[in-house]
């Protein structure tokens, strides 16, 4: 089944302790993505890899980073976390800018 | 900057009556229009999508949204809601240039049995 699966799928966290949220994809694709959902807000793209080694930032990348050491897995770091960063987290890929695919989403609240 | 708006941020229907969420883009070129919907506490599903062709697009459930060209606009319509259709609903755009669609902030529908 084509999937885009996130983990974990909610964290709790104290300010300044690293984090990582996975996300994994089964479909080849070259594209992913990063959302924040915030009320209000709608999603806005924190970063953006257009394959292997090609990441980008988004409209809002302040206090993360991402890598993409290889296509299926694009992570989501957080080095020090703080309260303004408590969102839901979503992941997407696609293979063309046609059909994208989301992950379940992350549930992050930082205290 | 490419730009998606969605100018009804909360929306509150009684059952049975019609819907028209409005979006609005600001791509230039060609553009692929998309509208999805987030149910309480789950992720996002899309409700229908438009390449090219008929402005006239058919989604799942009841939904369908017309592409103007003229107007930039690509409104999502249903014509009689149903307790169910309770959700947050986004417009999306994306472009040649661009593999991850552009988000509005999105619309909360909330329908009242």
């Known amino acids: 089944e084509a999937q885009v699966t996130q983990n974990p799928r909610y964290l709790i966290t104290v300010t300044g302790k690293k984090l990582t949220v996975t996300c994994s994809q089964n479909?080849?694709?070259?594209?992913m993505s990063w959302y924040r959902q915030d009320p209000g807000l709608g999603l806005r793209q924190i970063y953006y890899?257009?394959?292997?080694?090609?990441?980008d930032k988004g409209d809002v990348p302040e206090g993360y980073k991402v890598s993409r050491k290889e296509k299926r897995n694009f992570p989501l770091i957080l080095e020090s976390p703080s309260p303004n960063q408590t969102s839901l987290y979503f992941c997407a890929s696609s293979r063309d800018n046609r059909l994208t695919f989301f992950g379940q989403g992350t549930r992050l609240t930082v205290v | 900057a490419q730009s998606v708006s969605q100018h009804n941020h909360h929306v509150i229907l009684s059952e049975a009556a019609s819907l028209e969420l409005g979006c609005n883009y600001s791509?230039?070129?060609?553009?692929?229009l998309f509208w999805y919907v987030q149910y309480p506490g789950q992720h996002l599903q899309l409700l229908l999508k438009?390449?090219?062709?008929?402005?006239l697009v058919k989604g799942i459930k009841g939904f369908e949204a017309e592409f103007i060209k003229s107007k930039f606009s690509f409104n999502l319509r249903k014509p009689s809601v149903q307790w169910s259709d309770t959700a947050e609903y986004f417009c999306a755009a994306s472009s040649g240039g661009s593999y991850i669609p552009t988000f509005g902030r999105g619309t909360s529908l909330i329908v009242h049995p």
């Open positions: 791509y230039g070129g060609t553009v692929n």
């Open positions: 890899s257009m394959n292997v080694e090609v990441t």
């Open positions: 479909m080849n694709h070259e594209y």
């Open positions: 438009y390449f090219s062709g008929d402005p």
